[in-house]
């Protein structure tokens, strides 16, 4: 068989070249996935717990900010800043988020072709004895290739990979945002006990004193036998609490040292007094700060990565096709390897498609569906939790203004 070996100027002329271009992105135009429709949730224009609502602007993207300096605590700022760099689970959400990213860039790169070089060298002989034949071959050249995204997989595949990536980057604010407000609630709770331990001191050496004087009346014969038990009971009790009060602040001290990702046998915080630099929340925030949650927000876009899935599936229903080139130079001698004689060429195009798969593309469509459903739970059951305290607002004041007239 011989190759016939022509000039690359005679076969690939600009026209061509120009034609197959313009034919590669009128197929790529093409998109056989369903346009993304960002789920909506039944919303009144109003709530009836209160007046003066109006319609949420999402914020997930904005920063948070330091909002645990407002309590004014240095020991908290202090802890606060470790969660960021030593809490596992934030590390663990920010690896995650750094692998949708490189999945994002993998995804993307499959919309451009790819290219190789190649080269080899071959010494081979042929027969035995007096009879003998050698020789060489010489190789060396490029080959490119590339997939059309004629029906819109690889392009479906890129925004289902960047949605994916957004919710990776909600998930890690979430985490993140987790973290933190459980240390604080921690650390104020260890606050919390290291003030009641204080005042359950000086109970028991209230307690302690009570019933030295009891007991000096009992032996003289002031007080009787039960007055003496009732104030022993009376003692014991309070250092039970005490032991209570003891093992509750050790628990949250080591739930403390978890969140900020140090060993529980060594850390410790010192017993110090509570700070109650409690700042104004206003009756409006709850609102405000349900537009800030990124729980909703990598809901929703899980649901955009679940749309692009369909799109991929319904791809299989086509062919691929897939362009090839090479170019190259076969020589038996290394001087006359780059010489126009010497210079090989191929552009090749394929398709394949799946015949039979016993209905594996058909099954693998409802997939996105519980993704759907799930995100509008999340939608839905935000605004619940947060109108709920705000239903028992008025109760709460009633409350609040009958304790005061009682009290005057």
């Excluded at 059309?148 to 960047?162: C, I, M, Q």
């Excluded at 307690?207 to 014969?221: F, K, Q, V």
């Excluded at 060429?345 to 398709?351: K, N, R, Y």
Aim: glycine share 6%.
């Amino acid at each position: 068989m011989t190759m016939r070996c022509f000039p690359l100027a005679r076969v690939v002329t600009p026209a061509r070249v120009a034609l197959a271009a313009l034919f590669a992105a009128a197929l790529a135009a093409c998109t056989i996935g369903p346009a993304y429709v960002r789920p909506s949730a039944p919303t009144p224009a109003t709530y009836k717990e209160t007046a003066g609502w109006q319609p949420a602007e999402p914020a997930d993207a904005l920063e948070r900010g330091l909002w645990w300096t407002l309590f004014g605590d240095a020991e908290l700022d202090r802890l606060e800043a470790k969660v960021e760099v030593s809490n596992q689970n934030v590390a663990a959400a920010v690896a995650n988020y750094a692998q949708a990213q490189a999945l994002v860039r993998v995804d993307r790169a499959a919309l451009f072709p790819a290219l190789g070089a190649t080269a080899g060298a071959t010494r081979s002989g042929a027969g035995g004895g007096s009879v003998s034949r050698t020789g060489n071959s010489l190789q060396a050249g490029i080959a490119a290739s590339w997939e059309p995204d004629v029906w819109g997989r690889l392009r479906l595949t890129v925004s289902g990979a960047e949605a994916s990536a957004q919710a990776s980057q909600a998930d890690l604010a979430a985490a993140r945002l987790s973290a933190q407000a459980l240390l604080a609630t921690n650390y104020f709770a260890l606050r919390e006990a290291d003030a009641e331990e204080g005042l359950l001191r000086t109970t028991v050496a209230g307690y302690e004193r009570a019933l030295t004087i009891t007991r000096n009346s009992y032996d003289a014969g002031i007080s009787a036998k039960t007055d003496v038990l009732q104030a022993q009971t009376t003692l014991e009790n309070a250092r039970a609490t005490l032991i209570g009060l003891t093992r509750q602040r050790a628990q949250l001290e080591h739930a403390i040292a978890v969140l900020v990702g140090q060993p529980p046998g060594d850390f410790s915080i010192a017993v110090a007094p509570w700070t109650m630099n409690v700042p104004t929340v206003p009756p409006g925030v709850p609102s405000t700060l349900l537009q800030r949650r990124p729980d909703i927000a990598a809901a929703e876009r899980a649901v955009a990565a679940a749309n692009a899935q369909i799109g991929i599936q319904r791809s299989a229903y086509f062919p691929s096709l897939s362009l090839s080139g090479s170019f190259g130079f076969a020589s038996s001698t290394a001087s006359r390897l780059l010489s126009a004689p010497s210079s090989l060429w191929s552009v090749g195009l394929s398709a394949a498609q799946t015949v039979f798969d016993a209905g594996k593309d058909r099954a693998a469509g409802p997939r996105p569906r519980p993704t759907w459903s799930n995100s509008s739970s999340s939608i839905n059951t935000a605004p619940a939790r947060s109108r709920t305290p705000m239903s028992s607002l008025p109760r709460h004041r009633l409350s609040v203004r009958d304790r005061r007239w009682c009290s005057s």
